[in-house]
């Protein structure tokens, strides 16, 4: 007689290798955390697998063997916008995206939850007093809200005379409550964009970026208890005046500026070390090892620190060619911009008396400034404005059709705004003829590389930091472009957006320059780690 014996198992019978397993396959997001919930077994099994992760990409991150990894995109799924310069900083589970600016200047004051769980678009639809539209403003994480301070915007082209306007709103983000605040103090920076902030305790602290018309070196601070600012003293030697840099915090002491740009065309590789200690904090310059393994340029993006390291990207040095600073930070590049010239005689009558503050609240916001000089010769002239040809030496930057203008803009002349508006109208048609004559085809651009900084011995007496050698320096990851977000989720890191100039051809017609705004994701793992 044959007897058999029918053996019943389930999960609480395994092994707590194979559990381990099992659950290191789950993304370590949401619902990994719930599984701890299940059991104290399950707890400790989670809890192992959480160390295990995160051991692993650091020691990944060491060594230099951190894999691209592109998330597909799906029609029928809510998708964020396209745009760059915008502001991004994770919470839990989420990465959260404000604002930032499309290829036509266009600015944004939304909102936006990916579900890093699920890899799904949220809008949140918020409450409160909304910031305005703005791109290039930092927004940080603190105690279950988001700190947002300055940024940039440009107005539409009507009245054509109005320039881009910077901002110093503080904005707070109550995650709970799903609301915007805004904070009005006595004492504040003046509109800034294109800075760096951290947090140290229980103060922000931002360092240089555009502000009054010119670049800047300057650090403030911004007490997040009672909401007050003041200038902070540093030393003398101090970091060149600069925008579109990385600020790293390296506990409540100390923070790491990394890069920048001093001016059009002028990209630093330099970091900069800030002992905030005393009454006058001192800045230490740092002394850079392994440069042959350094990104070519560290500017208009956010370093990301994980562990003892700073994950940079750019494009290889193999792939750089002579001038290849394809686009920039849109007119915050430009070190002054003038005012258009006009014929009103209030105009005339202020010109002795300084820079002065448009007081227009119709434009994205009422916190902000126009960059303005005086006009130093009120005629009308044939050739191009100061500001144009500031736009023009910065040959890569995103430039709005309003920056092409030949003509001053004279207020109250119809018969010369209709001579513009005529005059956009044929080059839109110009440039509308030339795409149907051939389809254009996009030329091969560069790709960006993962490069890692060690600041392991920044504090120390020397105060040196590494660059490390690439072991997958040589594999692709997406388009070279800049002001995108870089921020750090568990185990992984997460590059959003950002924006690039592309080459295209056309038959019968020299190369056009186009810029390419994304919205698309990209993770960067470590390499597969098996328990």
Known sequence: MNIYYKMECNIDDLPDVLLEYILSLIPPYKDLQECK?????????????????????????????????PWPSTHWMPTIAKRHSHSACTYENSMYVFGGCTATSTTFNDLWRLDLDTRTWVRLITMGNYPSPKACATMLYYKKCFILFGGWSHPSPYPLHQQWKLFNELHVYSIESNKWNAINTLETPPPTSAHSASIHKNQMIIFGGICNGDRSNDVWCLNLDSYSWHKQATSNLKPQPRYGQSQIELGDKHLLVLGGCTGPNVAMNDAWLLKME???????????????WAPTRIWCHQACKVGNYVIVLSINKCQNKPNDMSISLKKVTCQKTVSPQTNDSSVH????????IDRDVNVNGRHGSFARVPVKNPRPSSHPSNFTKSLTLCNDNVLSMAAFRDEPVRNGTNSNRQRQLESLRRMEESIRNRRTQSKPAKKTGNTLSIFVLDITNVLCDECTASWIPLKYNNQSGPDERILYSLVAGRGELIVFGGIRKEQTSIQNHSDMDESEVYNDLHFINPPRYVI
């Not at 005393?278 to 042959?292: A, F």
């Not at 009558?349 to 002065?356: A, E, K, L, V």
């Open 349 to 356: 009558g202020r010109q002795g008396n300084g820079p002065q």
């Open 278 to 292: 005393g009454e006058t904090w001192t800045w230490i310059k740092v002394n850079m090892h392994n440069t042959e």
């Open 37 to 69: 919930l299940v059991s104290k077994r399950w707890f400790r099994a989670t809890k192992n697998v959480i160390q295990h992760n995160k051991a692993h990409f650091h020691k990944s991150v060491a060594y230099g063997s951190l894999l691209w990894s």
